[in-house]
């Protein structure tokens, strides 16, 4: 059973970088995209960004930017830093995978990390 | 202000039917595979439908998806109380390179 276990700070300040770290357990983190998805408190989803174990990346036209997404095969995991973070970041914090089957169907999710934005 | 469109809210009776819909654009549903997720209060999305219409395993056969031109729809069949949740739609977008998801909707099962 593949697993996912998202970890960070639970707070950080303004205009600081958000860095989390999700690790993946059950499976190989080779050969699948590995997503990051944020969701403020009582609001919708909102995709960040993905990345291949290779590497290759694709971030949310609205962050790309701040976002910078890196894995770590020996570890099998994956990361992500967003920088100049503000109240607007605040939200729980998800990783997931894609379905080997799919383009965009995530099978696997993390529980989640709720990361405040504040001094 | 999301890119696909939900209905905020839908509500039936136990055993009844109840469809949610997602509208996009030729950029992401019309040109991509849909997947819908359900949220149970407090926990993360679980995928319920994967490619349009396709169930990953475990998930039961009263939930189905359909998908026609920009549009697609999520059916739940003999609703129970336990269906109480989120669903959002998600999808690829070509023209965005990125995901994106409806804004959600909530079912109350009367």
């Known amino acids: 059973q593949v697993q996912l276990q998202e970890s960070g700070p639970g707070q950080v300040k303004p205009s600081k970088t958000l860095s989390l770290t999700c690790t993946v357990s059950?499976?190989?983190?080779?050969?699948?995209?590995w997503n990051w998805i944020r969701q403020p408190v009582g609001k919708g989803l909102e995709w960040i960004g993905r990345?291949?174990?290779?590497?290759?990346?694709n971030y949310n036209p609205s962050l790309r930017s701040r976002v910078t997404m890196s894995v770590d095969t020996s570890k099998n995991q994956f990361s992500l830093n967003l920088n100049s973070v503000t109240a607007a970041d605040t939200a729980v914090y998800y990783c997931?995978?894609?379905?080997?089957?799919?383009?965009?169907?995530?099978?696997?999710w993390g529980r989640g990390t709720l990361v405040t934005v504040s001094s | 202000q999301s890119v696909l469109t939900q209905p905020p809210s839908v509500s039936a009776a136990p055993g009844q039917k109840v469809t949610i819909s997602c509208s996009g654009t030729y950029s992401n549903i019309g040109n991509n595979y849909v997947s819908w997720y359900q949220q149970l209060p407090g926990t993360a999305p679980t995928l319920l439908i994967y490619?349009?219409?396709q169930r990953p395993s475990g998930i039961p056969d009263r939930f189905s998806g359909s998908k026609s031109g920009t549009s697609a729809t999520l059916a739940i069949t003999g609703l129970q109380t336990g269906d109480e949740a989120d669903y959002y739609c998600g999808a690829w977008d070509s023209s965005l390179s990125g995901g994106v998801f409806g804004g959600g909707t909530k079912l109350t099962v009367l």
């Open positions: 997931a995978r894609v379905s080997p089957v799919t383009l965009f169907g995530l099978d696997y």
């Open positions: 490619d349009n219409n």
């Open positions: 059950g499976d190989s983190i080779s050969g699948f995209s």
């Open positions: 990345i291949y174990a290779g590497g290759s990346t």
